[in-house]
């Protein structure tokens, strides 16, 4: 595996920046000391060739040689097989791995995208719809409380597991569903950042976007 | 790999059956025509040993010997391993696997979940919030028209990536989200759902819950 290339916007507006998931992917790359180089596609003017790589127009994807992959789930998945820092390579930790990857993606942040939209959609009523999607992550994010008052890291160490689940928490967090009501995934998701990994990924596509606001 | 176990639910009301997520477990054991037994758990007081095995309280999980496993992507992946019928070997055919199974779940299902639970929830207004929502998923589901339109199965031949699209694409089907605008996707689904493994699980499944009625 040679010349890793990410691909995420050149720009995004103020608010997703730090959430973007292209920070997936570099957290990952950070943890496993794999060397990478960003690439820029336009957030403005999604053509064709950004179809042929992400078909629903978003980002990140990874160039892998002659490969292109998108979904960060995925990204994370295919890089863990590559590093033991992302995940265990005994049958009972890369399940566990599994698992949990799919849960943070397919049972948490199916609850958080939605409250997400509820959040910043500007609503004032509270309709049946919003009160069972509210009442959908709140589960969600108690599960998880109770899941992380028993453990440090989802899936014995520190795996891509812990990326995806700490990063959708975070967001929930910022947003306040996540308080101090939920020690243990506040802990969590403490000790996640925490990690010089994701301070250096944060940092650099902070700075990314930053860079594109000086050259406009 | 042997002895493996399915565990569903003992019961579920009758909206659900044929939608139970278990249907993806058993369509693909029945692809790969890996023998299994089907175990069940009360529906209704799902208890310490439930949440043991599966942390949020749902259904399935997969039992190999001495190795439990939820999620039905990361079970549907964990069987991918041990079945060409699955996924192919080459490392291009795991990646777009990888990247379509998490496409299925990451970037459709978590449209399509809020946009059921809205058309179940009994409101009639449109909020600003359902109204994004409802936007959407009408994006993905011409997002994936584009993609079904040039291509027979997701990932090259069929796989697991193709169980998980289909089945989250025909309930959009049943609610009314997938409609003569988009041929491609509704070919695609009638092709899954013509395949003799898809048959056999489906009728597994609504035998299963029909005997606990017949129990009851």
Redesign the interface.
Known sequence: MTDLTLVTYDWVPEPPRGHVRDIRVRWALEEAGLPYRVQSVPFHDRGAEH?AHQ????VPWLVDGD?S??????IL??LAERSDALMPAD??GR?QV??W???A???F??AS??WT??QF???T?M????K??ED?LKM?VQ?ME??LAGREWLAGPFSVADILMSDVLRIVERLGGVTDEHPAARAYIARATDRPAFKKAHADQMAHFAAADRAA
């Open positions: 179809f078909p629903f127009g978003q490969l992959i998108f979904e960060s789930g995925a998945l295919y049958p009972r399940s599994l698992e990857t799919f849960a993606l397919n049972s942040e199916m995208v939605p939209i509820l959609s500007g609503d009523e309709t049946p719809s919003r069972q999607l959908f969600r599960q109770t899941v």
